[in-house]
């Protein structure tokens, strides 16, 4: 989406790339020296709240490097907040003689998904929501009144469904009872 929306500049591309990691490096940092909400579940979800919501729909909206800039780091300083909060909550609920085997399970899940998930993306990307940008349906139409038009915006569609649907989910999750009980 960025080198389709800037024209292929490599600069852009980078910049938002290089402060996505800084984001991660500095809320990393933050939770190794500071001292970390008692919740783990609400920190998660309230981090998790905010990547989805600041950072996927700043993305999809912006139309520019400063904008993409901002959703970058919003939407990966929240990251180590979630990473530590369950991490938190495996040493806290799991004995100990379990928690490499729970480790190992939910890292095969996660890496699994995130390859689904690029794979999927591209798809998606390539083959539905860029091409029904192009279209004059009334969906289109106002969606590209919210992300632009042109090379990209049905990427942008993507980030703005990203954003809703996990923001949305976050907060129903942390609404779970039984999810709020593990602390």
């Known amino acids: 989406m960025l080198l389709a929306r800037s024209g292929g500049n490599d600069n852009v591309f980078g910049l938002v790339s290089g402060l996505l990691g800084v984001g ?3 809320g990393g940092l933050y939770v190794s020296c500071f001292k970390l ?6 920190m998660i979800y309230v981090s998790a709240v905010f990547s ?3 950072g996927d729909l700043l993305m999809g909206v912006g139309q520019n490097v400063v904008l993409w800039c901002i959703a970058g780091l919003a939407a990966s300083v929240p990251i180590p907040f979630i990473n530590a909060g369950q991490n938190i909550i495996i040493y806290n609920h799991i004995s100990k003689e379990m928690q490499g085997r729970i480790f190992a399970a939910r890292n095969t899940m996660q890496y699994a998904t995130i ?3 690029i794979l999927l993306g591209g798809f998606l990307a390539d083959y539905v929501f860029e091409p029904f940008m192009l279209t004059d349906k009334s969906l289109a139409v106002l969606l590209q009144k919210i992300v632009g038009t042109g090379a990209g915006s049905g990427m942008a ?3 703005l469904c990203t954003g809703i649907l996990g923001g949305t989910t976050s907060i129903l999750w942390y609404g779970n009872s039984e999810i709020r009980k593990l602390k």
């Open 115 to 117: 390859t689904i998930g």
């Open 37 to 42: 909400p008692k919740s783990s579940i609400k």
């Open 157 to 159: 569609v993507m980030f």
């Open 24 to 26: 991660g490096i500095v």
């Open 52 to 54: 989805f919501m600041a």
